[in-house]
């Protein structure tokens, strides 16, 4: 399982690399960071169990300060959604989180508008819709199905789109 881990972040990190170096002017000022816009997230796995924790924005993420005898090492024991959006901790890593939020990608502060994405688990089955094309924020807009969609749980984002498992439908807004 970790070298899956292992090998799927390798993936992750290759294709952000290529796919940021070649961003437009437009592109680059959308992957502005704004200035004091930081945030400290503490997320701690209890008893060496897997904990997702919400960071509340989209952004950069790093670790401050460990607070666990146990390692934290990115992609192993902690890790962070394709945009920002939560982190996620195991295997005992205890630790500060520093999120410094993106820039809007226009002046008046808002992220505009979006296409809708619906994306539903039939028969409880894991589905990964496709988003296409660089993207920005990905946030669920309306739930269809009765039962939560809750992020980090039974759905999220990847560097291709959003996956739903577990009965989770619903409508999501791509930025």
């Known amino acids: ?32 960071y704004r200035s004091g816009g930081q945030r400290t997230i503490t997320c ?10 919400r960071t509340g924005t989209i952004g950069r993420v790093r670790i401050e300060r460990r607070l666990s005898d146990a390692p934290c090492r990115q992609y192993d024991t902690w890790g962070v959604d394709g945009d920002g959006g939560g982190i996620w901790v195991s295997n005992g890593c205890r ?27 039939n028969s409880f089955d ?18 269809l ?10 759905w999220g984002v990847d560097q291709k789109g959003i996956w739903v498992d577990r009965g989770c439908a619903a409508e999501f807004i791509v930025e």
């Open 95 to 121: 630790a500060v989180f520093v999120v410094e939020a993106y820039r809007p990608p226009n002046p008046g502060g808002s992220w505009g508008g979006g296409r809708t994405v619906t994306c539903k688990s």
């Open 1 to 32: 399982m970790k070298k899956l881990l292992y090998c799927t972040t390798l993936v992750f990190l290759a294709v952000t690399f290529f796919s940021f170096s070649s961003a437009t002017a437009e592109e680059d000022s959308r992957l502005a």
């Open 44 to 53: 701690e796995s209890q008893k060496g169990r897997y904990n997702y924790c």
């Open 145 to 154: 199905s009765n039962t939560p969609c809750t992020r980090g749980d039974n």
């Open 126 to 143: 894991y589905k990964h819709c496709s988003v296409g094309g660089r993207r920005g924020r990905i946030r669920l807009a309306r739930q």
